[in-house]
């Protein structure tokens, strides 16, 4: 079975400044990688995936993760965080064989972004 | 993507009373996920919703005390019986749509 591991459970960091939230993954096969956002008091929503193909995936709000098969993760970055982009974000696995199948979700970042 | 309504939104309900909350997706879905997310934690699943078979559910649920109903491919419901304090958590349902899963607002329940 899949399992995701996030090494920070809270990560603050001053507005402009970069950004890694951590993730790496455990699975013995091809697997789906995710990265969610939630926001204070909603739901989740879908930052970026990771099916197959170029390795680098990209999100419309500026974050990258980089697929690394080798070391087996999918660290989640920014260049420069703004205070809108504080939330809570998660990293996910899902097996990538035999269509879609249930999401593994890590236990979370809280991204604190300070004036 | 898909677009999934789930109500309702937040509910207080006494303990040893059942809740049950709906998701309704725009578009017909195979299969549909509900996870529970208890306070400061992470998501877990609790079963899988196929419709026209019984859900599949995870260790350490069972369908006694959270049933699901899936009578089409738009429509599932959960419901939270025999409700104590330690079910009070967000309850999300999820489908598989394009190339990603997306999920409901949630139900965020409190058991008093």
């Known amino acids: 079975a899949q399992s995701v591991t996030q090494l920070d459970s809270q990560v603050p960091v001053f507005e402009e400044a970069p950004v890694e939230l951590r993730c790496n993954y455990s699975?013995?096969?091809?697997?789906?990688l995710f990265w969610y956002v939630q926001y204070p008091n909603q739901g989740l929503q879908l930052l970026l995936k990771y099916l197959s193909g170029s390795t680098l995936v990209e999100s419309i709000n500026g974050f990258e993760a980089e697929f690394n098969k080798s070391q087996t993760s999918f660290h989640l970055r920014k260049p420069s965080v703004h205070i809108s982009d504080t939330a809570e974000y998660f990293c996910a696995v899902s097996l990538g064989s035999g269509g879609y199948q249930k999401v593994t979700f890590g236990t979370g970042t809280k991204l604190q972004v300070i004036p | 993507s898909a677009v999934i309504s789930q109500k309702p939104s937040r509910d207080i309900c006494q303990r040893g009373t059942s809740l049950t909350i709906q998701c309704q997706v725009d578009s017909q879905v195979t299969m549909m996920f509900w996870y529970r997310q208890q306070p400061g934690q992470s998501l877990t699943l609790i079963a899988t919703a196929n419709q026209g078979s019984e859900a599949t559910y995870e260790s350490g649920f069972v369908i006694d005390k959270f049933p699901i109903s899936r009578p089409n491919l738009t429509f599932s419901t959960l419901t939270v019986s025999n409700m104590s304090p330690e079910d009070s958590s967000i309850y999300l349902c999820?489908?598989?749509?394009?190339?990603?899963?997306?999920f409901g607002s949630g139900t965020r329940l409190t058991v008093v």
């Open positions: 699975s013995s096969v091809s697997v789906y």
């Open positions: 999820s489908v598989v749509a394009g190339e990603g899963y997306t």
